[in-house]
């Protein structure tokens, strides 16, 4: 009978969990199309009659629901809790700290050595640019001539993207080798701190080497924008799994807040999202341990993370931080109406992510009817973030929709369900574990797919300059020419003559000193 009785129970959770999540592919494909659109905003998703205010909506409001549906349902006996024996499971056990001995040397310069090879600068500035670095060489080159993010021109990222990079410039030359220079550096540095972060908890070679790979293809950077480096996404789950593991710890809250104050100054979404998960897990253990503790903690995450914002901010920008604040509080308002925005459509990798948004929404709503003298783990409050940064980061991810939007805000759950770590509150079984460890692989094969396109072409463009370089067929570099301002032309393998002959013409006798107007 007992048996009968587990078995029922699993049928029923199981069935359930489907409803739930048959209900996030009707909802999205379903509700966004009936919403009325402003008619004064300008998008492709306004085009296609797509709301996407209403479908970030949805998903938070369907994620309640589930959440509740599942916690009322275990606490009236119709789901089974977690079984202890589970939670015990050698998957789940804490992993050892990581040794920082000369295999972890040797992995940390692989991966340095990975990142030059995929973006090495003078192969690349042959026949660049490619994607997104046409406009941040463009940003640049503007800075280059006097005009300022935020008071001459709209900028829509934080000072942080561009600001050290004109620094650079400024030290190393503006050119297309210096700017795909510092993107290595940009890119090796993700790469390592990704790394570390494993070689910390995951002392397994084989483990990690796999683990490694996975989030890494999240992380690939085939559009060679500063807006498409790893960091931004990894810093607010460096922020998160900081305080997970030591949530009561006053110098983790600290590092922690400055972490995400400084992803405020370098791409906001991210940070609010992650700020707010924070402030979301010190609320329930508030609620979980009876300690006011957390409420202080929250309050120190608040202050820290805005002081380490403005600091930054300022220091970058100086006279110009009132034009950056009006100018970001005026694009938050348009992108909130629905501004630039496209419209969701369900592929493979999303029904793989959302999948993965379900699970943690059955895990957590299972382990809330749980007894209040439950107390959490690392894992649980690990995954209790990652839960709500997804929630909240849907804002953006809705909103643009696209391959690269979309999954970033799914990073937390990756980390989650991938990490080692012990769970307790939020326990979930072995099976559980292994769909979940298929939806991650099947969202990253599908993501690097996605990503062909992109990467065959910047791919082209790198392997066709290390043949130029290897055969000395360039036509650049035979002659430089005295241009009116840098260029980067004289880079290229064949550079435009036309553009050369103008770069000439300005910088001739009186017309160097004159103003140009294009």
Known sequence: MREMWQRGHSWR??????????????????????WPIDPSVASAASLDGYNNRIAHLVV????LVGVTGFAVGTRFGRF????????????????????????DAIEIVAVVAGALLFYFPPFLARYGPYIEDSFFLTILHRMQSGQRPYVDFQYVYGPLTIWPMYFWTKAFGFSMTSYYWSLVVLEALHLV??????????????????????????QLNTLLGVNSNGLRRLLPVVAMLLLARRPRAVGMAVTSSMILGVQLAYFPEYGVAALAAILAMYGLLTVLERDLAYVRLAAVAIGVAAAAWYTCSVLVLGADFPGYVKQTAYLIRRFDAGEQAFGFYWTVNALALFGLLCLGCIVIGRGLAR????????????????????????????????????TAPFLGLVFTFLLPWRRALF???????????????????TYVFGLLPTASYYLSGLIRGLRDSVTVRAEAGRRSPMTRAPTIEVERSYPSADILRLGEYLAQGSRAERPVLF
Do not use: E
Not at 86 to 92: E, G, T
Not at 374 to 396: E, H, N, T, W
């Open 371 to 406: 007894p209040r003298d439950q107390m959490s783990a690392p894992g649980d409050r690990l995954l209790f973030c990652g839960l709500i940064y997804a929630l909240v980061a849907l804002k953006s991810g809705l909103h643009r929709s696209d391959l690269w939007h979309l």
């Open 13 to 34: 959770g199981l069935v359930s969990g489907l409803a739930f999540y048959a209900g996030f592919v009707l909802l999205l494909s379903v509700v966004p199309h009936r």
């Open 80 to 103: 089974s809790p977690p079984d202890n024996a589970v939670l015990s499971d050698a998957r789940v056990t804490p992993a050892a700290p990581g040794t920082a001995g000369a295999r």
């Open 427 to 445: 326990g979930y079984s072995v099976a559980l574990q292994r769909v979940a460890s298929l939806l991650v692989v099947v969202a990253a094969a």
């Open 193 to 218: 701190v990704l790394l570390r972060l494993l070689q910390h908890h995951i002392p397994d070679c084989r483990t990690r080497y796999t683990v490694f790979l996975t989030i890494g293809a999240f």
């Open 60 to 63: 938070v409001l369907w994620a």
